[in-house]
């Protein structure tokens, strides 16, 4: 039978009828055999996550050795929950009252946080009729505090053999000491990806509050359309460039298994949603030009050496600098005489960036060192660029016509992306005058 693991954010889940919406999601195909639940998110935009009270709980519980007063707002949350759902024999008060000791027993944060995960899944199992499964006993870490693949996925893959249904927490699981252990911030997704791959899903469905993936930032450009299928490769891109919907470790279980994720919105089941393909099973759609994202805020180092190319071990030496500086560099557009290394400004705070020139020049003699500050860098994303003959045409004779001043270009060697640094400042418009030639559409200026 056909398998989908779901996974469910914590707006989809913030109340007693939104995780009502849920279950009618999760009945209505029987495909749908496991979800993956995130604790309750807000419910309107002052409110606060579950998560974020439980991390107060846990501060409460070092500081005074109790955490009774912070751990009332997530008691109500569950209680009322638990209420709007009708279930009455449905024990709340008793796993809260035990959760309460714990967090202050234990004093962890990551225990605490968890916590969110754990009893929202508790709720829902009992609500749908399903088996509440831990993810403390399905989701491993190793001695480095990674995700142990090794050991979680056999574990997960015997333990649902059987079970026809089940709901499982999200956001954690179990390090080698045995204590309870979680991933970084929006981590469900990881978790639910880590099922899919483990139970070998047909699909991978992520339900959050928006209908997939947008060709561009909508605070940006006005109404861009949506993205219906993008490859991993693109997702990635866009992605890692601020386009987020999805953790960005989350792809990596789904993608190693070949099994494609939908993004679907629970406020709007009928959408179609973002399908995200494996390369394989990926045929290049209609379009040249799948997304466009960016960033702002990074740093330019420009190093310029007349036969560069000939000098062995010269972007070696560089490169080392930055290691040893603990410097992470993000892309490294190289030339003849020219390499250049593309930072992010955050990292060069502090005098950081003065050291490094210093230790560049005494490393390499340089003839020439110039540095860029405040630059965005954009990136133009899509399978269908690689085989379409003046594409960076197109993108620099729109951005020229739109008067940005174009100071680094950077094609990855895939072709899949072709990335320009620009001004902080033309931000803005370089993302309005690429969408424009790519998607043909009149973007109005939603800042002018
Ligand atoms: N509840 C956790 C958080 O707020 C994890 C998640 O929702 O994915 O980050």
Redesign the pocket.
Known sequence: MKCIVCKF??SSLADGSNIGRVADILYADPARRYAVV??P?KRFSADV?V?DLLYECYRAACETGSCTAAFAAVRRRFTSIVEELGLENFDIASILDETEREIDARKSADFAASR??YLNARVIAAKLGWEFVDAKDLVFFDERGAFDEERSYPVIAERLKHIPNAVIP??YGTDVAGNIKTFS?????ISGSIVARAVDADLYENWTDVSGFLAADPRIVEKPEKIEVISFKELRELSYMGANVLHADSIFPVRKGDIPIKIKNTFRPQDAGTLILPSKKYKKQGNLVTGIAGKKDFTVIFIEKSMMNAEVGFARKVLSILEEDGVNFEHMPTGIDTLSLVIESRYLAGGMLDRLLEQIRAAVHPDYLRVLENIALVATVGHGMAASVGTSARLFRALSEAGVNVRMIDQGSSELNIIVGIDNDDYEKCLRAIYREFFGKAVQSMAE
Do not use: Q, Y
């Not at 911030?185 to 997704?189: E, K, M, Q, T, Y």
């Open positions: 954010g914590g995130s604790a998110g996550k998560t969110g995960e999200g956001f911030r929006g981590g469900s997704d």
